[in-house]
């Protein structure tokens, strides 16, 4: 099984509301990240976990609050997002370290903020 | 920051023909991968390379690790149209989970029926 799932796959919010991206993986890895991709562009790295500890942070803008409950869930909080924040959202884990420690992506949330 | 360099940038085939894209790098990487994207999906990874040198197979797909570690090429022989889609590399500067993928600007394939 090397499947992340991430829920929902689709979301329009307002740019007062306050909405979670969730993502899970039980392949047993110990790091997951968030990515953020533009039409034509690659994905973006935002943040990374490492043993449910949050390891990378890439300056990403506070309104986007990252939260890793146990070693199979991540969550990403948004509040008072901003319409240049729509994007495809991808969730990924890998193993922790060592050959194998490729990461496998979810299908991710497409995001549009009004 | 790091950067890879992947080129084409995109591609017409027609059914058939075989296709073959690149990524360089300034910086040596520990790891190669290579993914597929379709239209509002997530990345799928088709190969994964970790040793300079090394040549990997998965069906009609062939992906070496350059000896110098700066490099990497895909090939896809004889496309069919679902190969259609966007091909990203990505490396890996430390075999470790935590170490962040770095990603070219991806090959957009069309393959012509």
């Known amino acids: 099984d090397t499947e992340v799932t991430q829920t929902p796959k689709h979301l329009v919010m307002g740019m007062t509301n306050k909405k979670s991206l969730k993502c899970e993986q039980h392949m047993g890895h110990r790091a997951m990240y968030w990515y953020k991709q533009k039409a034509k562009k690659p994905p973006e790295l935002m943040f990374v976990?490492?043993?449910?500890?949050?390891?990378i942070n890439e300056s990403v803008p506070s309104r986007f609050s990252p939260e890793c409950p146990n070693s199979s869930l991540l969550n990403l909080h948004l509040h008072a997002l901003q319409p240049e924040d729509s994007a495809l959202y991808l969730c990924?884990?890998?193993?922790?370290?060592?050959?194998?420690?490729?990461?496998?992506f979810g299908q991710g949330t497409r995001l549009t903020v009004v | 920051g790091q950067q890879l360099n992947q080129s084409p940038q995109s591609m017409f085939i027609q059914e058939g023909e075989d296709v073959s894209m690149n990524c360089t790098s300034s910086s040596i990487f520990n790891t190669w991968l290579w993914y597929k994207q379709d239209p509002g999906e997530g990345p799928v990874l088709l190969i994964a390379l970790y040793k300079a040198g090394e040549l990997t197979s998965n069906g009609r797909l062939t992906a070496q690790f350059g000896i110098t570690r700066k490099d990497s090429f895909l090939n896809i022989s004889a496309s069919i149209p679902s190969d259609v889609g966007i091909y990203f590399c990505?490396?890996?500067?430390?075999?470790?989970?935590?170490?962040?993928?770095?990603f070219g600007k991806g090959t957009r394939l069309s393959v012509i029926a």
């Open positions: 990505a490396g890996q500067l430390r075999n470790s989970g935590n170490t962040p993928l770095v």
């Open positions: 990924a884990s890998s193993r922790d370290r060592g050959p194998g420690a490729e990461a496998f």
């Open positions: 976990y490492s043993y449910e500890k949050l390891s």
